[in-house]
């Protein structure tokens, strides 16, 4: 004890700043493994605890340095310069902490919403709502943390009460400055209960087909057919039309057409594609048809239709008989491939 009383005053806050994280980390490990073992069983638990490590482990040293600032023995000004320093750090890691429960909650509920089941609208669903609405209460925690920041500082604090004398003016310009963004948020909160949109969700937008990748705040990423992203505006969703492929159901009727030649024997070539239809995987069962959709003094147009369980499948469905009839075609009916007809008039003899 006499060694340490005669220690310089800067090393022996360090010692005792050292020695209280040193405290504080062994007992953040021993919470973490007794946390681990409680709920090894349990994966919802392991979910919210991968989530709160990093948070929890600043939250506590947090905690532990400011149990730490009496033994110090600060002077008025680092008393003083100490609380300012927990006023912006204290409101960070407690907002820290909310943004870490809130991803924790999500993701719970969304490990309850399985999108790869077959019948996934109701998955969907959830997932769209939790994720817009999360993205939202995140917002709004992250506002909330930096206003009680700021709000700690008093030179902060004295301009913003000085401010609003002027806050009229001051909501005009910024309310015209960020109308776009405020729009689209606003917009978003519309989304999640409206629903014109929901995750993996099939749809043509701008000329695009693809699938709703994320729903973000202010926008939206589509995955299109060829790996690229496209990103729209959330407000288009809802003020321009867009097809909604997936909107009830993710079952589709897809459609195939052939310009044939006018003598082509359409019975024979019908029971050919319900052979191939009803031989072919990706078919669903519910319907498949072949009709002459269109007649015209060179060709006919004919027309198949089959239904699939979702729109890719569908595709892929439509590609293999489109090729199969055409082989079938090609190697059996060959008078179906259409012919450019002339009448030659005898010439008269004179």
């Not at 750090?89 to 909310?98: D, K, Q, S, Y």
């Not at 509920?109 to 993205?135: C, F, G, P, Q, Y």
């Not at 926008?219 to 407000?235: A, F, G, M, N, T």
């Amino acid at each position: 004890m006499a060694l340490l009383a005669t220690l310089p005053d800067w090393l022996w806050r360090s010692l005792v700043i050292v020695v209280v994280l040193l405290v504080a980390i062994i007992v953040y490990r021993s919470m973490v493994i007794i946390l681990r073992r409680m709920l090894a069983r349990h994966d919802n638990g392991m979910t919210v605890l991968a989530r709160l490590q990093r948070p929890g482990f600043w939250f506590v040293i947090g905690i532990a340095l400011s149990l730490a600032q009496p033994a110090l023995d600060l002077s008025a000004r680092g008393v003083d310069a100490w609380n300012r320093a927990a006023g912006i750090a204290v409101p960070g890691l407690l907002g820290w902490m909310i943004v870490a429960i809130l991803g924790a909650i999500a993701d719970i509920l969304k490990e309850r919403a399985d999108i790869s089941v077959a019948d996934n609208l109701r998955a969907r669903r959830r997932r769209t709502r939790i994720d817009i609405l999360r993205r939202i209460a995140v917002f709004v925690v992250v506002l909330a943390t930096f206003c009680f920041m700021l709000m700690s500082i008093p030179s902060v604090r004295n301009i913003g009460v000085t401010l609003i004398a002027s806050a009229g003016l001051a909501a005009l310009a910024v309310g015209a400055a960020a109308q776009p963004a405020l729009k689209n948020l606003i917009a978003g909160l519309q989304m999640a209960f409206t629903e014109p949109i929901r995750i993996d969700d099939v749809v043509i937008v701008d000329g695009e087909w693809g699938r709703i990748e994320e729903i973000r705040l202010t926008y939206v990423v589509v995955k299109i057919w060829d790996e690229r992203r496209l990103v729209v505006p959330i407000s288009k969703f809802l003020e321009e039309s867009f097809q909604n492929w997936t909107r009830e159901t993710s079952q589709i009727l897809g459609s195939v057409f052939w310009h044939l030649d006018p003598a082509t024997d359409v019975e024979r070539l019908r029971a050919e594609l319900v052979s191939l239809v009803e031989a072919n995987e990706r078919w669903d069962g519910r319907f498949c048809n072949l009709q002459v959709t269109d007649a015209k003094p060179e060709a006919i147009e004919v027309r198949a239709l089959m239904t699939a369980k979702d729109a890719s499948t569908a595709f892929d469905l439509r590609c293999d008989v489109r090729e199969g009839l055409l082989r079938f075609i090609r190697a059996e009916m060959p008078e179906a491939i259409v012919r450019h007809r002339a009448y030659l008039e005898p010439a008269s003899h004179r």
